[in-house]
Nanobody
């Protein structure tokens, strides 16, 4: 079937940066929107960012605006999340998601999900 594989997580000091990657395999995603979600310890899963494959439109949760950037490389079937000025409250498992339209991805109703990658930000 379709597989999404995240990488790039790790331990970083507050104020530092990380770049997460999500590589797609198993089929083409030419018309799929993609996004990132996260779930911190003892917290609900929340939307972080999304990007449209065919429109180039990006959306962000308010708390990460100006710090995180989502981008894509269609030739490599890969989506990135550049995270700067990281804070301890950014600590979470980050999940990649894919769906047929932007609204479904943003609302958490994506068709496909990755296994997650851990991001830990120390104080």
């Amino acid at each position: 079937q379709v597989q999404l594989v995240e990488s790039g997580g790790g331990l970083v000091q507050a104020g530092g940066s990380l770049r997460l990657s999500c590589a797609a395999s198993g089929r083409t995603f030419s018309r799929y929107a993609m996004g990132w979600f996260r779930q911190g310890p003892g917290k609900e899963r929340e939307f972080v960012a999304a990007i449209s494959w065919n429109g180039g439109i990006t959306q962000y949760e308010d708390s990460v605006k100006g710090r995180f950037t989502i981008s894509r490389d269609n030739a490599r079937k890969t989506v990135y999340l550049e995270m700067n000025s990281l804070k301890p409250e950014d600590t979470a498992v980050y999940y990649c998601a894919a769906g047929p339209r932007d609204s479904s991805v943003v609302s958490g109703r994506a068709d496909y999900w990755g296994q997650g990658t851990q991001v830990t930000v120390s104080s």
